[in-house]
């Protein structure tokens, strides 16, 4: 019987926009994830949740969009990473196939955080663990209301839209939400990341200060 994520559903409640993984795609990833992340993805799909605040991720269509961002960083000589979810303001969980490493890639901030320290659980638990989300993580830590008005006013988000700044921030954007506007992802992120230099990386408290 499949595994199904209690404390997700819980958590999320089902998918506003239902997105099937087809069979055929979960057969090419198989050889590669452990066995949890098939059975969540046969129970919940590459589905949107909460209006499109998070979406999970098909890592076939998004792994090259993450390689290109990991590309000349400490997590690309961890492990291999997949994306697991996709947050409406450009965050994406990662999940590493090989250790279980779970860092977060914060794609508007040009930044990412984790921990260099192997994972000591099995993939299983590391697996489950990444699923103990709320809706509040993909939420900003200030200004959560504005943060929503727009985010509310630019709903529902498709799996392959989020909301970015424009300009963007490298061009003379402004941290202004006002600026936020609905755009596609895959176009954003690949041109986000032709003009972002090199990603900031916290590993452990000390990366902070350097």
Aim: aromatic fraction near 14%; include cysteine; hydrophobic fraction near 40%.
């Amino acid at each position: 019987m499949p595994a199904i994520p209690q404390y997700f559903l819980k958590q999320w409640g089902e998918p506003t926009q239902r997105i099937e993984a087809d069979e055929a795609v979960l057969a090419q990833l198989a050889p590669s994830v452990p066995p949890l992340l098939i059975d969540y993805w046969r129970h919940l799909g590459f589905s949107v949740f909460k209006d499109g605040l998070m979406s999970l991720c098909n890592p076939l269509e998004w792994k090259p969009l993450i390689d290109e961002w990991l590309k000349g960083t400490e997590l690309e000589q961890l492990d291999v990473f997949i994306p697991v979810m996709k947050g409406v303001y450009g965050e994406f969980k990662l999940f590493g196939i090989n250790y279980g490493f779970r860092p977060v890639l914060m794609t508007l901030d040009a930044g990412f955080v984790g921990s260099r320290e192997y994972p000591e659980c099995p993939h299983e638990v590391c697996i489950k663990s990444l699923f103990m989300i709320s809706p509040d993580y993909f939420l900003p830590s200030s200004n959560t209301d504005d943060f929503l008005d727009v985010f509310h006013r630019h709903a529902p988000f498709g799996p392959q839209e989020m909301l970015g700044y424009v300009p963007a921030l490298p061009l003379g954007g402004s941290r202004d939400y006002a600026k936020l506007q609905k755009v596609d992802a895959f176009a954003y992120l690949s041109m986000l990341r032709q003009i972002t230099g090199e990603l900031k990386g916290v590993m452990e408290y000390a990366d902070i200060y350097k």
